[in-house]
């Protein structure tokens, strides 16, 4: 009975969560920008990126459709001032492999195993993305029981 108790409470606060997520994203998010970068082709986007020239040649709507195909992990980024950056993009057969660090507040936080976990497994869920690592710089910005716990246990790579 306890078991159904805990599950009943772990089930409700899921769903306030999305909610408070929803609700937190709509007042940030423009949802026509946000369909406008979903329809694009993140594989054209990524074939369309320079890599070797960080500052100019990703393609300017790269970072804003990765960040648009997050769920409720997007809420927590946005709002801790954080984003996705793109250290590599690759395309073989119409599947993208993807190198992704973290950017504002969100490089050092305590949450980073579950954020970075999230956005793995939203990334994913976009049927041409086939594989997500994570720049190992992130790994910089932790030492002790975090890194190791990240390195271990996070179940994200790191590259």
């Keep these: 009975m306890s078991d159904d108790l805990a599950d ?16 937190r994203l709509q007042e940030v998010n423009d949802p026509r920008e946000d369909a406008r970068v979903l329809a694009l ?16 040649g ?9 960040m648009a195909r997050l769920g409720d992990v997007r809420a927590a980024l946005t709002g801790h001032g954080g984003a996705l950056t793109v250290r590599e993009g690759e395309v073989i057969d119409d599947s993208v492999t993807l190198v992704v660090g973290l950017d504002g507040a969100c490089v ?43 390195i271990e246990k996070s179940g994200v790579n790191f590259c």
């Design 8 to 23: 009943q409470y772990r089930h409700q606060i899921r769903l306030q969560m999305h909610e408070e997520a929803n609700r």
């Design 108 to 150: 050092a936080c305590g949450a980073a195993p579950n954020t970075l976990s999230q956005i793995q497994t939203d990334l994913l869920s976009d049927e041409n993305i086939q594989n997500i690592f994570f720049d190992i710089e992130i790994l910089e910005h932790y030492d002790g029981i975090v890194r190791d716990f990240l």
């Design 58 to 66: 990703l393609h300017p709507d790269l970072v804003p459709s990765l």
């Design 41 to 56: 082709s993140i594989v054209e986007l990524v074939n369309d990126s320079d890599f070797s020239n960080q500052e100019e």
